[in-house]
Nanobody, 115 residues
Framework: QVQLVESGGGLVQAGGSLRLSCAASGSIFSSHVMGWYRQSPGNQRELVAAITSGGITNYVDSVKGRFTISRDNTKNTLYLQMNSLKPEDTAVYYC?????????WGQGTQVTVSS
């Protein structure tokens, strides 16, 4: 069983930056699609960004040009660099690793952007 642990959330002013990290307890990046999701009160959890085992990335339109997903295979760590943050980015951010046979989620980290 692989564990995913997010960190890096916090309170930031609009226009600021944060970098989220997701540490995996095992080497799953070569076999799993890794993604960042977020959920705010009253809303469904949505995909923010994802990266395939081959390094292909995709982003939800609302964060394109502001967020960057990346990973360090040597550290089994996934990142989400978030720049030009907006109040509407406020949410709990979750890390996910998904394959045909497994689906792992982290516990989430809170990001709050003040106006």
């Amino acid at each position: 069983q692989v564990q995913l642990v997010e960190s890096g959330g916090g309170l930031v002013q609009a226009g600021g930056s944060l970098r989220l990290s997701c540490a995996a307890s095992g080497s799953i990046f070569s076999s799993h699609v890794m993604g960042w999701y977020r959920q705010s009160p009253g809303n469904q959890r949505e995909l923010v960004a994802a990266i395939t085992s081959g390094g292909i990335t995709n982003y939800v339109d609302s964060v394109k040009g502001r967020f960057t997903i990346s990973r360090d295979n040597t550290k089994n760590t996934l990142y989400l660099q978030m720049n030009s943050l907006k109040p509407e980015d406020t949410a709990v951010y979750y890390c996910r690793g998904r394959s045909i046979v497994s689906d792992y989620w982290g516990q989430g980290t809170q990001v709050t952007v003040s106006s």
